[in-house]
C-alpha cells in the first residue's frame, strides 16, 4: 500500500503512525530464491506537531557503511523527544547488496541509477519503486548517505543542486569543508526527488566496507544541523562560527597513465598545484618510475587506497574552486572545530 499522509498520521504498509509516536516496521519485498522473505527496514518518528517530512537514507549502494552508522546513532538522540514534524529513517535500502558485502543488486544493476523505478521492471526498478512511492512521494526533504566507491575514500562533502536556493540553505547548513554543484544524474535518486519538487542533498564520506570515525561524526553532526535548519528540533544556543564551506566550481578525477603499484605521497584535503606531484608509478623491481601530476590546482577530495593500478584508472579526485583559493587553513580549522566538539550524545567510537 502507497504511503499516505493525513494530517499529521502517516500511513505506511497499512500501519497509522500517529502522532508522537515511534513505529518501527518492514516494507516487504521480493524474496530470496530460497523462499526467504526480504524487506527494507523503516523507522518512522512522528512528531507530536506538524512540520517537515524529512527522509534520511543509508545503503542504497550495499557496501557503503558510514550512513547505516549515522542514522543508528541518530535514532538514539534524546532531540528527537522534541521532534517538529517527522523523520523517516531508512538505514538498509538496498538489502540484497549489504548482505552480500555489495555496491548492486543480484542483477549487476545499479540502485541509483534505477529511480524512479516500475512496479513491472527489473529487480532494482521495483525496489526503487518501493522507495519512490512508500518513502519519498509524501516527504518535503531528503538526506542520502553515502561513501567512496571500493577502495575509494572520501573527504567529508555534499553533493547537491545548489542552484535551488533551498537545496543550497539546506546544504550550507549540513557544515562540510567541500559542497559540489553536482549536476542531477539520469535516473538517480535525486533526480527523482527533484521531479516531486524534494529538495535534497547527497552526503559523501569514508570508504566503502569501512567506518569511519570522522566521517560518521560529521555525518551525524550534518543531518542534526539541516534538522534544525529546518526547524525540526528546537533552537540550539550560539556557539563559535562555523568553518567556511568551499563551492567547487568544477572537479575531476587524475587517471593512472600506466599500470602498476601506485604509492600516494599526497594527503585527502591536501590543497595542490597544477604539476603537483600526487603519487608514483612503479613496476615491482622500481626500474621505472612514472609521476602522477595533478593536472590544475585544487584540493584532493578522494583518492584510491589500492596500490595496484591498471592504465586509465581513477586515482586522485581534485575540486577546483574559483580564483584558486586558498583552503588548506579552514580545512584544518574544520577539523580542529570537529575533535573539539564532542560527538553528538554518540556512543564510544568504535577501534
Given at each position: 500500500m502507497p504511503t499516505k499522509l493525513n494530517g499529521n498520521v502517516i500511513h505506511i504498509n497499512g500501519q497509522d503512525i500517529l502522532p508522537g509516536k515511534r513505529v518501527t516496521l518492514d516494507l516487504p519485498f521480493a524474496n530470496f530464491y530460497t523462499h526467504a522473505p526480504v524487506s527494507m527496514p523503516v523507522q518512522v518518528?512522528?512528531?507530536?506537531?506538524?512540520?517537515?517530512?524529512?527522509?534520511?537514507?543509508?545503503?542504497?549502494?550495499?557496501?557503503?557503511?558510514?550512513?547505516?552508522?549515522?542514522?543508528?546513532?541518530?535514532?538514539?538522540?534524546?532531540?528527537?523527544?522534541?521532534?517538529?514534524?517527522?523523520?523517516?529513517?531508512?538505514?538498509?535500502?538496498?538489502?540484497?547488496?549489504?548482505?552480500h558485502h555489495s555496491r548492486y543488486l543480484p542483477d549487476r544493476r545499479d540502485l541509483n541509477r534505477s529511480?524512479?523505478?516500475?512496479?513491472?521492471?527489473?529487480?532494482?526498478?521495483?525496489?526503487?519503486?518501493?522507495?519512490?512511492?512508500?518513502?519519498?512521494?509524501?516527504?518535503?526533504?531528503?538526506?542520502?548517505?553515502?561513501?567512496?566507491?571500493?577502495?575509494?575514500?572520501?573527504?567529508?562533502q555534499v553533493r547537491a543542486h545548489l542552484d535551488d536556493p533551498e537545496t543550497a540553505r539546506l546544504a550550507?547548513?549540513?557544515?562540510?569543508?567541500?559542497?559540489?554543484?553536482?549536476?542531477?544524474?539520469?535516473?538517480?535518486?535525486?533526480?527523482?526527488?527533484?521531479?516531486?519538487?524534494?529538495?535534497?542533498?547527497?552526503?559523501?564520506?569514508g570508504e566503502a566496507l569501512r567506518f569511519d570515525e570522522d566521517s560518521i561524526n560529521v555525518g551525524l553532526k550534518g543531518v542534526v544541523s539541516v534538522m534544525h535548519a529546518l526547524d525540526m528540533l528546537p533552537p540550539r544556543p550560539p556557539t563559535s562560527t562555523p568553518s567556511e564551506s568551499?563551492?567547487?566550481?568544477?572537479?575531476?578525477?587524475?587517471?593512472?597513465?600506466?599500470?602498476?603499484?601506485l604509492r600516494n605521497i599526497i594527503a585527502l584535503g591536501k590543497q595542490v598545484s597544477k604539476g603537483d606531484v600526487l603519487g608514483i608509478i612503479a613496476d615491482p623491481f622500481g626500474e621505472e618510475e612514472i609521476l602522477v601530476r595533478a593536472t590544475s590546482a585544487g584540493m584532493i577530495i578522494g583518492r584510491t587506497n589500492l596500490p595496484l593500478v591498471n592504465e586509465g584508472e581513477a586515482l586522485f579526485h581534485i575540486a577546483r574552486f574559483a580564483g584558486n583559493r586558498e583552503t588548506t587553513a579552514q580545512l584544518d580549522a574544520f577539523r580542529e572545530e570537529q575533535r573539539r566538539q564532542p560527538l553528538v550524545e554518540g556512543d564510544p567510537p568504535p577501534i
Open positions: 518518528v512522528n512528531g507530536k506537531k506538524p512540520g517537515p517530512r524529512l527522509f534520511v537514507s543509508a545503503a542504497i549502494h550495499g557496501d557503503e557503511l558510514n550512513g547505516v552508522e549515522i542514522i543508528r546513532r541518530l535514532l538514539k538522540l534524546k532531540k528527537l523527544e522534541h521532534l517538529r514534524g517527522t523523520l523517516i529513517a531508512v538505514p538498509v535500502v538496498n538489502i540484497f547488496g549489504l548482505i529511480f524512479p523505478g516500475s512496479d513491472c521492471g527489473s529487480l532494482a526498478a521495483r525496489l526503487a519503486h518501493l522507495f519512490m512511492t512508500e518513502i519519498v512521494a509524501h516527504c518535503t526533504h531528503g538526506i542520502d548517505l553515502h561513501t567512496g566507491a571500493y577502495h575509494r575514500v572520501n573527504l567529508p550550507r547548513a549540513f557544515g562540510v569543508p567541500v559542497m559540489l554543484n553536482s549536476v542531477l544524474r539520469d535516473a538517480s535518486l535525486r533526480e527523482a526527488a527533484a521531479a516531486r519538487g524534494i529538495p535534497m542533498l547527497l552526503y559523501e564520506a568551499f563551492v567547487a566550481h568544477s572537479n575531476g578525477w587524475i587517471r593512472a597513465p600506466h599500470s602498476g603499484i
